[in-house]
């Protein structure tokens, strides 16, 4: 059964940078694509950032030019260094991969940007 962990969260002032990490265990292959989601207190879900092939990355206007999403030298770990937080990037983060077309999810980390 593929799991996946997210770690990294916690409480940080407007401005400030956090990283999220997140590990994939119960395969041999490897996920592809790998993605972060968010849903913030009385929101949908959505899409945060997209990483397809190590290589080709996507991200929502929201985060553009804030948020890098990486994968990591061991397999199915991937990253999201997010910098020049702002409160409404408050949410519950959630990793996301895909194997054989089946969904894996984790069960999301909070981020709470307040000052």
């Known amino acids: 059964q593929v799991q996946l962990v997210e770690s990294g969260g916690g409480l940080v002032q407007p401005g400030a940078s956090l990283r999220l990490s997140c590990a994939a265990s119960?395969?041999?292959?490897?996920?592809?694509?790998m993605d972060w989601y968010r849903q913030a207190p009385g929101k949908e879900r959505e899409f945060v950032a997209s990483?397809?092939?190590?290589?080709?990355?996507q991200y929502a206007d929201s985060v553009k030019g804030r948020f890098t999403i990486s994968r990591g030298n061991a397999k199915n770990t991937l990253y999201l260094q997010m910098n020049s937080l702002k409160p409404e990037d408050t949410a519950v983060y959630y990793c996301?991969?895909?194997?054989?077309?089946?969904?894996?999810w984790g069960k999301g980390i909070l981020v709470t940007v307040s000052s």
């Open positions: 990483i397809r092939r190590m290589l080709y990355e």
């Open positions: 996301r991969g895909v194997l054989r077309d089946t969904e894996y």
């Open positions: 119960g395969t041999m292959f490897d996920l592809n694509p």
